[in-house]
């Protein structure tokens, strides 16, 4: 799997509470081509106490994100997070993508103490993950 360093959106970041990660800016990155993948994984340390985690790809037009367009929400069980590197999501990036982007995730239940997420943008998901 191909990886850009200007398109990760979290790299083995915690994620605890309420969280939005780094927003990248897709023109100075060349921009995002059609065939485009949010892969995201559990990083170096496992989650804990929380319920589940709402993951959501956002976009704007501003680095601030003063106005969020949301594109996609995914809802994650925490059992599905349950390993380092367990992948927990793959899926296409959906239209209507703006200037920047980010990752904004919220833990339901318990807010966790312990928990990392490494995300990006990718061209291609290899299937060994």
């Known amino acids: 799997m191909k990886i850009d360093n200007e398109l990760i959106l979290a ?4 994620h605890y509470g309420d969280t939005s990660g780094t927003a990248i800016d897709l023109v100075k990155a060349g921009g995002i081509h059609d065939n485009a993948w ?3 994984k559990v990083g170096s ?3 804990n106490t929380m319920t589940s985690m709402d993951i959501r790809l956002q976009t704007s037009d501003t680095a601030v994100f003063t106005v969020a ?5 995914v809802n994650v069980p ?3 997070m349950d ?7 793959k899926v296409r990036v959906p239209f209507g993508v703006k200037q920047y982007l980010r990752l904004d ?6 807010d966790n103490t312990t928990g990392k997420l490494w995300a990006a943008i990718v061209p291609e998901v290899d299937e060994s993950f």
């Open 69 to 73: 367009t949301e594109l996609l929400s």
């Open 105 to 110: 995730t919220t833990a339901v239940g318990t």
């Open 78 to 80: 925490l059992a599905d």
């Open 45 to 47: 340390e496992v989650f």
């Open 38 to 40: 949010l892969f995201v």
């Open 83 to 89: 390993a380092v590197n367990t992948v927990i999501l």
């Open 11 to 14: 790299k083995d970041v915690a």
